[in-house]
């Protein structure tokens, strides 16, 4: 068994970590920064959205859907590379539904499933059991922590490289704006509720505006 650690400020993560991952997309693309901060360590890449290709799929609200993860999968054989799928345990029966529906082999799980107990999912390689809060402390503050099988895939993968332009497509752009209109509006509501100067609210609420109406208009029918 291994222990694995993400976070967005990549800051928080353990010096001697001997599996790591980060985002190579994204409003937290991690991942060539962690490759050369932890040189020694196993370093998992996870792309947001099913058009680009990485180790890992995440597969939960606001990037890629189940229904996505399929393409994706096949993608990933297509290359001769493991597809592996992080959800939430909530969300697991829905991404195997639509690999039997479609007679596809079901992909490798990362589990998300916090109780702040080292243990393995059901049918999963590998289960984040903390979250790095004080209700999910797990083993490094500000971190996701989870623990790893021996089955997850060790198939040597490509080296993503650090100038590789990535493809903005629609639903990239629709995902990106609904993660910072969630931002915008936490940021609207402090403005108008918060003792702060009359000209930081204004700047806040009408850079929020902004984002909100690009959300808006970015957002599926």
Known sequence: ????????NINNLPTGAEMVAGYVNGLWPTYHELQKRHPHAQVVSISISA??????LDV?????????????????????????????AANVNAVLDVFTAAGEPHPYLWVAEWNNEPHLYPGSVATQWANGTHT?????????????????????TPK????????????????????LAAYAGIATQFANSGHLPAS??????????????????????
């Open 136 to 156: 999910y402390p797990g083993l490094a503050d500000g971190c996701d922590t989870s623990l790893v099988s021996e089955l997850w895939p060790t198939s040597p």
């Open 160 to 179: 993503l490289k650090g100038n590789t332009t990535m493809k903005i497509t629609p639903q990239y752009a629709g995902s990106l704006f609904r993660q």
């Open 60 to 88: 939960e609200k606001y990037d890629a859907t189940a229904t996505q993860s399929l393409g994706w999968a096949r993608a990933m054989r297509a290359k001769r590379r493991p597809p592996i799928i992080y959800t939430s």
């Open 200 to 221: 930081v609210r204004t700047a806040i609420i009408s850079v929020s505006g902004v984002i909100l109406a690009i959300e808006h208009y970015t957002a599926k029918p």
């Open 1 to 8: 068994m291994k222990t694995m650690f993400d976070a967005v």
């Open 51 to 56: 058009d680009t290709l990485a180790d890992v």
